[in-house]
């Protein structure tokens, strides 16, 4: 009987201990996460008696607080609606906070750093507080530019400075309205979230910096770097068969329009570049290996988000895996091949083939993206400015003047011509993509990426857009850029 009342007592002591051991672990340990976490309703609610910041973008107003008569004192509005939607994010009371809205909480609350001394004014004198606002990188010209040149057609278009690394556009369809989020009226704000969700086309995920495409010929600028910095020029041939067998295994590999690479028997890998040759590419992806390739990629920033980026973004992957992760470049030859053209596993966001072509443009130099310029506080005097850094070269100074007029070549006499500015000869540079998405019926996405001066820009459609099967990267994706190009330099004038 004894024995059986210590065994109840030592169970009821360990339960009594594991039960301590987590009212502490939640106290001490996860107190933090909890009340940071922004879904929080309690915080929010909290947080909803606060003057919240304003974002701004040139002279446009893209979310602001205004006073209201209900418990929760103020209502976040976005008077642009979905044009900056996945940019601002929403601020819900159902949902929490999202993408700018999260990322710099803290000030929109006037509770950064150089904010507490206001802050405890405002507490003794019983006035609301009021956060400091955020100033975007973001021209409304080229936002608009973005909406209106994709139209109804599903895909992203983005547009960096590439010396600073400030986006200047940032735009993908479908797009989504965060006012109704945002409604103090619950069951508004859940039928909002509710239609959302249930859409087929997933308007609240970014395709310009959360979905990931694979990059088709537009990759074979990171090939071409690669190949460079191995040794090969410009000027190094390959054999040009309009198929190629590839080792161990029956399956060939093709070029666009099934045909041979215009060139001759042997092409140049300038020449391969200029006309998109995918036959040529396979071959340098053969010789190079995949280890070589994954770690030129690398450089681009492939592998890990963008460094320092402010908005919700997947990482970009020579060796795409389940979910948001990147493998080991653990490639046989068949594959590797087909990678070098940007198909089989190789996955990146619209952001990602921007900086690609910032950082050609660039010289080698990779810029650190990032949508907020400056943070100021309620008297409009700057808080904080928003500065980072490109890398040191990525390559060789020889192979960043080599691939740069590699790509302009491409724009003033090959793929890239329905791009082409005539200004611009000679300064604008850039690499049509057609990728195969792996659907058996479904018209490839396509693309363009380009660089001119003070801008750096990608774009994709998604399944050929109006076009479908009869796309390609310069006849459907090429005219969005362009006149994104075209905006920016109407702006400052051509050089």
């Not at 666009?256 to 300038?270: L, N, V, W």
């Not at 320092?308 to 493998?327: E, K």
Request: positive net charge; contains cysteine; proline residues 7%.
């Amino acid at each position: 009987m004894n024995r059986a009342i210590r065994k109840i007592a030592l169970a009821l002591a360990i339960a009594f201990a594991a039960l301590v051991a987590q009212l502490a672990w939640v106290q001490v340990f996860s107190a933090t996460k909890l009340a940071e976490n922004p879904a929080n309703r309690r915080l929010l609610i909290k947080e909803y008696s606060i003057d919240r910041g304003a974002i701004v973008a040139g002279d446009k107003l893209i979310a602001q607080s205004i006073r209201t008569n209900d418990r929760l004192k103020y209502l976040r509005m976005y008077p642009q609606g979905s044009l900056f939607a996945q940019i601002s994010g929403y601020y819900s009371i159902l949902y929490g906070r999202y993408s700018l809205e999260q990322t710099y909480n803290d000030y929109l609350v006037g509770a950064g750093p150089q904010d507490r001394f206001s802050a405890i004014v405002d507490d003794l004198l019983g006035r609301d507080r009021k956060g400091d606002s955020l100033v975007l990188s973001i021209d409304p010209v080229l936002q608009k530019v973005a909406r209106d040149a994709l139209g109804r057609q599903r895909g992203a278009a983005a547009a960096i400075d590439p010396k600073t690394g400030e986006v200047l556009a940032l735009y993908a369809n479908p797009s989504y309205d965060p006012n109704p989020l945002s409604s103090h009226n619950l069951t508004e704000a859940s039928n909002a979230w509710a239609r959302l969700n249930a859409d087929p086309l997933h308007p609240l995920l970014s395709r310009a910096t959360q979905e990931r495409y694979p990059p088709g010929s537009t990759f074979k600028i990171i090939m071409t770097a690669a190949a460079l910095e191995d040794g090969m020029t410009p000027a190094t041939t390959f054999p040009n068969p309009s198929v190629l067998k590839l080792p161990l295994t029956t399956r060939t590999l093709s070029n666009f329009g099934g045909g041979a690479c215009r060139g001759g028997g042997h092409i140049s890998i300038a020449t391969a570049l200029r006309v998109s040759c995918n036959t040529t590419f396979a071959q340098i992806g053969l010789r190079l290996g995949p280890e070589k390739i994954d770690a030129m990629a690398q450089k681009f920033g492939f592998g890990a988000s963008p460094l320092g980026f402010d908005l919700p973004a997947a990482p970009s992957c020579f060796v795409a895996i389940s979910g948001d992760g990147c493998g080991p470049p653990d490639l046989d030859k068949p594959q590797t091949a087909f990678s070098a053209i940007g198909q089989f596993s190789v996955r990146t966001t619209c952001l990602q083939m921007a900086m690609v072509a910032a950082t050609v443009s660039n010289l080698g130099r990779v810029p650190q993206p990032h949508v907020v310029r400056e943070i100021t506080d309620q008297s409009g005097a700057v808080v904080k400015r928003i500065v980072l850094p490109s890398s040191d070269p990525i390559y060789s100074d020889t192979t960043a003047t080599e691939l740069r007029d590699m790509m302009i070549d491409v724009v003033d006499n090959g793929t890239g011509r329905p791009a082409r500015i005539p200004s611009l000869k000679g300064q604008m540079g850039g690499k049509t993509g057609t990728a195969q998405t792996g659907v058996e019926g479904e018209a490839p996405h396509v693309w363009f990426v380009a660089f001119a001066p003070g801008i750096a820009v990608a774009v994709v459609v998604e399944n050929g857009g109006n076009l479908a099967d009869a796309a390609t990267g310069g006849k459907v994706a090429g005219p969005i850029a362009k006149a994104l190009i075209e905006a920016k330099i109407n702006e400052r004038g051509p050089r």
